[in-house]
């Protein structure tokens, strides 16, 4: 009977896993293929197995476009939520979780409250009050925005209230001020869940579509979310070359995620936690 | 120490909090104000118009023009189609990997995949999924699926295929996330409720329904509830895919606020239909609330 159960789960679970290797397989075959055998193959079993393997893609994509103009866009945009985000919603989150004063309480309320805002619901405003400050086409203005994170100031009160208060006691003995305390005793305690906010936010601001498409209409500044989008509309239309493009695009992600793939499941899972 | 101690500490809890709150005030509190002032003007960039405070104006012409009214009508079909759908068959999927056997590490982590890609990446990959004729990959799968009844389309110019389309990619895409959420649910039920229905003799049927289903049940309202809001922000599918149309077919709220406010620098008119999204989403949480509430009270 339970062996019965287990063939059943594992063909269940075979005939998904075919509707999800397939396009990405698709993709990375297709950056190895000669353009024009990319969408005539796309039918056929070729799809997935290419006949000949060539780079030529890849090296077209960087004479096309300024592909390492926008991998540094995007690495240097995204890294500076990321590290940035740590240290300011960190801060934040253990002065709500473990230091007294007053209006603690109120104003963290509040924090909760605001993590209800969806991005799309402030993006109109926040794009006039951009333009109005003349930040358009910069870095800033695709960085500045999102360092305070409600959500991620939520995330480091929740583990930092776990933390047992032995911890603090002696370093407060020894006479350490509370930011020193923060940065020598709390965070070497703490990597789970500088790790979970590191991987959520790089994971949000990497794949970041509406926002660099509203604030930036050069290639200067230009991610490669936005990049990637305009290179499939660049003419002659080259279907090798814009899976090439996607490879290169998804590639740093898919090697953190791999590597650390624990991390990104219990950092998506704690997005569950708060209902 | 003291007195004096819980000075300094509070001096400290004030400099740690100053630049969050700052952020927090200036790129989400002052936009959220903004988006309610400004959708009551006629705000326009480079009109050379004054500003001018007009009422509900936005409001009732938003609600009459048919681009708008049908991007509504979409979001709701989507969410309709799309939440019962990802959600249950995101609970199918993390039944099954929940089992203790080998390799379910390795379907989670391919399941999951698609939710670290760029929805920009996936968005162009689909396209080529769907390309018009024979050669097509989805074209060719439904005509070996029909074996051989299928008439090849092009999926994303007919404008009865192409949102259909959109919303089977999009639960491609997220089925992953909702799958995680609830294997963590899954994870936090008790064993021992398990074990003693085994022990009563209760069948696997009757412990799912009477066992996982209520343990789950803020699991499944938060996933629902998420996978709603989702629903409403759609964009940048659309934006790449379609670009809202064929004839508006796949237009959106956040399709047609950012056509208005960056296209056409209506910025009050954006601004109209990002506050019709927002009261939608707050809406859409307090029904969760109170649904939450009233489980706990009777608890």
Redesign the interface.
Known sequence: MNIYR?VI??L??GA??L??????L??FV?SFKPDEN???????WK?FFPESVSLQNFFDVFSRVNFSLFMFNSLFITLSIVALGLV??G??G???AR????G?NS?FAL?IA?M???F??????????M?YLGWRDTYIVQI?????N?FS?YLFYTFFIGLPKELEEAARIDGA???RT?FQIIVPNSKPVFATVAILTF?TH??S??WP??VTSGEDVRP???A??QF?TLPPLQ?GD??AF?VM??AP??VI??LF?GW??RG??A????? | MGAHHLKTESRAAWVMVTPALLGLTLFLTLPFFLAVILSFTNLKLGSPLPVQFVGFDQFKRIFADPSFLRALANNAIFAVVVVPLQTVFALCLALVINRPLRGMTLFRTLFFMPVVFPFALIAVVWILIYAPGPNGMMNAALEVLSVGAWEARDFLHDPRSAFPAIMLMSIWQGVGFQMVIFLAGLQAIPSELYEAASVDGATKWRQFLHITLPQLRNTIIFVILVTTILAFRLFDQIQIMTHGGPNDATTTVIFEAVRSAFERQQVGRGAAMTTVFFLFVLFVTFLQRQIVKQEREIE
């Not at chain 1, 230091?99 to 007053?102: E, G, P």
């Not at chain 1, 500045?144 to 305070?148: C, D, G, L, T």
């Open positions: 287990n789960a594992y269940l679970l998904v896993s509707i999800y290797i397939a396009p990405i698709f993709m297709g990319v969408l005539l193959e796309a039918g056929s799809a300011v919603n801060l934040a253990y002065a709500f230091l007294r004063w007053r603690r104003i924090i605001l209800i805002i969806p799309e619901a402030i993006a109109v405003p926040l794009f006039y009050q333009t500045v925005p999102f360092i305070v409600a100031i001020g509370s930011m923060f994971l990497w794949g579509f509406l498409l509203m490669l979310p936005v990637i989008a499939q279907w814009i899976m996607g695009l998804v992600i898919l995620f791999l793939q990104f499941i998506v899972a997005t569950g936690i708060k209902g």
